[in-house]
């Protein structure tokens, strides 16, 4: 259980939860900016998107720190597909926002990215509070707010779809407003 309660664990969750709080803090702002026609708050947008790809990168290295213990408590393979799963989702919202902050797409596709990238860092995520949660190893309140974050972010799995199909249209699609519920998974209880 030493890797569920280190000090590098601790660091690593709370560095990727201040990191989740810049990111929402960075959008809400670039959306003020936006609407409220405030010019030196358009540099918000590429802000939010540097910051979401360094919170899917420590993600994935928090994912990394603890795979030795779900490695010994899971079967090897199940840790090992977790633990691609979440770089694999780190990988996808770093192209995300790539692909936005160097032009090559619009909203709608980066979306897609971020989305599903998150989605796959669910998976992980519920693995991960799952373990804990039978072990003992966290709070019983703090493992639930894990597997309720966790059920959003896979919600962002829909967005494969849209990657796939490289939709990046003017208008929101339906697809959009349904993978954009798992913000609230990604934005508020991932962080919390």
């Known amino acids: 259980m030493n890797g569920f309660t280190s000090?590098?664990?601790?660091?690593l969750v709370f560095m990727v939860g201040i990191t989740g709080i810049l990111a929402v803090a960075s959008l809400l702002l670039f959306f003020v900016g936006l609407f409220q026609n405030i010019p030196s708050l358009s540099s918000m947008g590429s802000l939010n998107d540097t910051i979401n790809?360094?919170?899917?990168?420590l993600s994935a290295v928090l994912a990394s720190v603890l795979h030795p213990a779900?490695?010994?408590?899971?079967?090897?393979?199940?840790?090992l597909v977790l633990l691609i799963s979440v770089w694999a989702g780190a990988i996808a919202i770093t192209f995300?926002?790539?692909l936005i902050m160097t032009d090559r797409s619009g909203v709608e596709l980066s979306s897609y990215y971020f989305f599903f990238g998150n989605g796959l860092i669910g998976i992980w995520l519920w693995g991960l509070n799952r373990i804990a949660r039978s072990q003992a190893?966290?709070?019983?309140?703090?493992?639930r707010l894990g597997l309720i974050a966790s059920v959003f972010m896979m919600l962002g799995l829909?967005?494969?779809?849209?990657?796939?199909?490289?939709l990046d249209g003017s208008d929101y699609s339906p697809l959009m407003l349904v993978t954009g519920i798992s913000f609230l998974g990604?934005?508020?209880f991932y962080p919390v």
């Open 96 to 98: 995300g926002s790539w």
């Open 70 to 79: 779900l490695r010994r408590l899971l079967a090897p393979r199940l840790s």
């Open 7 to 11: 000090k590098t664990t601790g660091g």
């Open 137 to 143: 190893a966290w709070p019983r309140n703090l493992t």
């Open 158 to 166: 829909l967005g494969l779809y849209g990657v796939l199909l490289g």
């Open 186 to 188: 990604t934005g508020i």
């Open 53 to 57: 790809a360094l919170a899917g990168i």
